[in-house]
């Protein structure tokens, strides 16, 4: 059972910035997905950004809307991926989760945002941008 664990949520004021962290608590082999979701209240789960790695090199995935203020990437650690979130705004708001997908396909850009592509999930971490 691979546990996920993510930090690095908070309050900032517009304008600022946050990374968020999120670390598998297993290996999860040489191939493995792992992406960040947000939930804003009232409104269904979204897919930020995602990266799948795979034996012939990583790919990477975000969200139109997003890209140029928010970048994932994977950190030093293995199974260890971060989001940095800039000029973040109020409509930024929302509970972020980590997922991994573990022992599935690899991501392609027509499903890399679809939650079922993940089969395990974080307890979330609130970011909360004020104006």
């Known amino acids: 059972q691979v546990q996920l664990v993510e930090s690095g949520g908070g309050l900032v004021q517009a304008g600022g910035s946050l990374r968020l962290s999120c670390a598998a608590s297993?290996?999860?082999?040489?191939?493995?997905?792992m992406a960040w979701f947000r939930q804003a209240p009232g409104k269904e789960r979204e897919a930020v950004a995602a990266?799948?790695?795979?034996?012939?090199?990583?790919?990477?995935f975000h969200a139109d809307a997003l890209k140029g203020r928010f970048a994932i990437s994977r950190g030093d650690v293995k199974n260890t991926v971060y989001l940095q979130m800039n000029t973040l705004k109020p409509e930024d708001t929302a509970v972020y989760y980590c997922?991994?997908?573990?022992?599935?396909?690899?991501?392609?850009?027509?499903?890399?945002?679809?939650?079922?592509?993940?089969?395990?999930w974080g307890q979330g971490t609130q970011v909360t941008v004020s104006s």
């Open positions: 297993e290996r999860t082999g040489s191939s493995y997905s």
């Open positions: 990266v799948t790695v795979t034996w012939s090199g990583d790919r990477i």
């Open positions: 997922a991994a997908g573990v022992f599935g396909p690899a991501l392609e850009a027509e499903n890399w945002d679809n939650s079922n592509m993940y089969n395990y």
